[in-house]
């Protein structure tokens, strides 16, 4: 499985756009890129998967460049309630895979007032 | 609420002893997955089960062991508990193998050893 490397942390206030950068030089061809959150005390959370190009949802927007060798999280207007660490993760699909999900150290995204 | 089902929510017990914790994948789900999150290593991926089989282990001691019923609910035990094994212990769901598509967490159960 690739290798993801995250900011460790981020700050922003309510209201502003928010883009968590994810590098992940050693993507493999069936690689998908997969954005967890994570509040304290409870299990991620799904947010966004993709594997090129853009892919927007009802919370997020993900870009993935033509290289795939990164792939940027955006979240539009952030609250409060948007505080918690994210995760990027790169996994291979395909019928060899199980599925397993390895996680980095994630980006603690503290939103302020 | 993802759908998935963990119990007990806390769990306080002493070193040498030995627990069970229980897991309920969402309706449909066929993969069960657990993972490990303690302080200083993060979320560790443990174990993965579809259908009832063994499909995948990560770093699990030989001191837990898991299955997963015909019900398809699944049972993480852990033995001969040492302090180190304090954690918050999650159970993830998927509907099929491989993994592509989404897995959902449970709320975990929290493990304390004294």
């Known amino acids: 499985l690739a290798k993801t490397t995250q900011p460790i942390s981020m700050d922003s206030y309510e209201g502003q756009e928010v883009n968590i950068t994810c590098s992940h030089n050693n993507i493999a061809t069936n690689d998908y890129i997969t954005w967890y959150q994570q509040f304290p005390s409870q299990g991620p959370r799904f947010i966004i998967q993709?594997?090129?190009t853009k892919v927007t949802n009802e919370v997020a927007s993900l870009f993935i460049p033509a290289d795939r060798k990164s792939s940027t999280l955006s979240l539009p207007r952030v609250s409060l309630s948007d505080t918690a660490v994210y995760y990027c993760?790169?996994?291979?699909?395909?019928?060899?895979?199980?599925?397993?999900?390895?996680f980095g150290q994630g980006t603690t995204l503290q939103v302020k007032p | 609420d993802s759908g998935v089902t963990q119990t007990p929510k806390h769990l306080i017990t002493a070193t040498g002893q030995r627990v069970t914790l229980r897991c309920s994948p969402r309706?449909?789900?066929?993969?069960v997955y657990w993972y490990q999150q303690s302080l200083d290593q993060g979320l560790q991926f443990l174990i993965q089960?579809?259908?009832?089989?063994?499909?995948a282990k990560g770093n699990i001691l030989e001191r837990f062991s898991a299955q997963q019923f015909p019900d398809l609910h699944s049972e993480l035990n852990l033995s001969s508990l040492e302090l180190g094994d304090s954690a918050l212990y999650f159970c993830?769901?998927?509907?099929?193998?491989?993994?592509?598509?989404?897995?959902?967490f449970g709320p975990g159960t929290r493990l304390t050893v004294l």
């Open positions: 993760l790169v996994g291979a699909q395909g019928s060899s895979n199980t599925g397993k999900l390895i």
């Open positions: 993830a769901s998927s509907v099929g193998y491989p993994g592509k598509d989404t897995q959902y």
């Open positions: 089960y579809y259908n009832g089989e063994e499909r």
């Open positions: 993709g594997y090129k």
């Open positions: 309706s449909g789900d066929l993969s």
